[in-house]
């Protein structure tokens, strides 16, 4: 004979353990922010742009004109159009793993993020473009880990270090003073671009952008102080015939 | 971790759905990035460490770069994907044995 008793302690137990187990994967949301930060480092690899062969803007239907120019074009046109259609209700938010809360009614970071790596992709030399995708993809998750563990202060001076070591690496071919003018400025750019919140634009926008134009403002301004920018790449290009 | 309850839109974490996202993606997002490093570190290696060629060390350090902060952010995150699974086959295993439970509890 099964006692009823026993069976509906038993049930109780499992009832018990089941709801600490959903307490449990509830308290797993920590999952979506490691998510979001190996997606932004994971941006770091799309440097891998400048490996591929020169595009020219003469022939643009040449293939690796339709690689390196309309390939992240189009890449960015799908993820608006998609974005677009997430903030009309047609796609639910769901679908979109480890999103903020701000952004149920906004544009998504990685949408910003990825508009401006298109942007220094295509208007930028990479001299410019590399320690300000760095920045984004490295920097900004370094301070976003130190801001949450640490302190806002502590993120910025840990981030502006990041930052203008990223510049330095970059910029080691350059003048000794004119890497170290880059560095702090590019540095400067990124933190304040990261700091500086608007509702409307994102901080993955503005630690790309802001660095990238302070820093293409002494590039052309560099000559007339008798400095001279790097004129090799980083990243040498493959040489693959077409 | 309480401030993520509020970062994060809130979704239905027992939902497999929700997380196949992230299960599908994570293998692209750690063998990419040491891949483009990989490539890196082999182009200096050929066009400049043999060659005895300085110009290519600016890709050693990117690649050096794109290697540490990754590895950086995937052991956490893997760790956790990990832990996520683990408690995820709990619930499941406790939700059969209480459904077994109540059908018995029926009968």
């Known amino acids: ?242 | 971790m309480k401030n993520n309850d509020k970062e994060y839109l809130k979704t239905d974490y027992s939902n497999l759905k929700v997380i196949k996202t992230e299960i599908l993606l994570t293998p692209l997002l750690i063998i990419i990035p040491l891949f483009v490093a990989g490539f890196l570190i082999n182009n200096w290696f050929i066009n400049g460490f043999s060659k005895s060629v300085s110009s290519f060390n600016g890709e050693l350090m990117l690649a050096i770069i794109i290697l540490v902060g990754n590895i950086m952010f995937d052991i956490p995150f893997v760790s956790s994907m990990i832990k996520y699974k683990k408690i995820l086959s709990q619930y499941k295993k406790l939700s059969k044995k209480l459904k077994e439970i109540k059908l018995f509890n029926k009968s």
């Not at chain 1, 770091?44 to 992240?72: C, E, G, Q, R, T």
């Not at chain 1, 993820?79 to 796609?91: D, F, M, S």
């Not at chain 1, 003073?177 to 990261?194: C, F």
Request: glycine residues 4%; charged residues 20%.
């Open chain 1, 1 to 242: 004979m099964v006692n009823v008793k026993d069976v509906k302690q038993r049930l109780e137990e499992v009832k018990k353990k089941l709801d600490e187990t959903t307490k449990k994967i509830n308290t797993i949301d920590f999952d979506a922010h490691w998510y979001r930060r190996v997606f932004h480092v994971f941006g770091a690899s799309f440097i891998f742009y400048y490996v591929l062969p020169n595009a020219n803007w003469v022939n643009l239907l040449d293939w690796i004109n339709i690689l390196k120019i309309w390939v992240p074009v189009s890449i960015v046109i799908i993820i608006v159009l998609l974005e677009i259609l997430r903030l009309k209700g047609k796609i639910n938010s769901d679908h979109f793993f480890g999103l903020r809360t701000y952004e149920k009614k906004r544009a998504g970071s990685y949408v910003f993020f990825a508009v401006a790596i298109v942007i220094l992709f295509l208007f930028f030399p990479q001299q410019i473009a590399i320690p300000c995708i760095l920045c984004a993809c490295l920097a900004d998750p370094i301070m976003g880990e130190i801001r949450y563990r640490f302190g806002e202060k502590q993120a910025y001076i840990v981030g502006f270090i990041a930052c203008m070591f990223f510049f330095i690496v970059t910029w080691f071919k350059a003048d000794f003073s004119l890497m170290i003018l880059v560095s702090v400025v590019g540095a400067i750019g990124a933190v304040v671009g990261e700091a500086k919140k608007f509702w409307w634009l994102d901080d993955d926008f503005m630690i790309q952008m802001l660095p990238a134009i302070l820093i293409l403002i002494i590039w052309f301004g560099a000559p007339c102080l008798g400095l001279n920018p790097p004129v090799e790449p980083i990243i040498y290009p493959s040489v693959i015939s077409w």
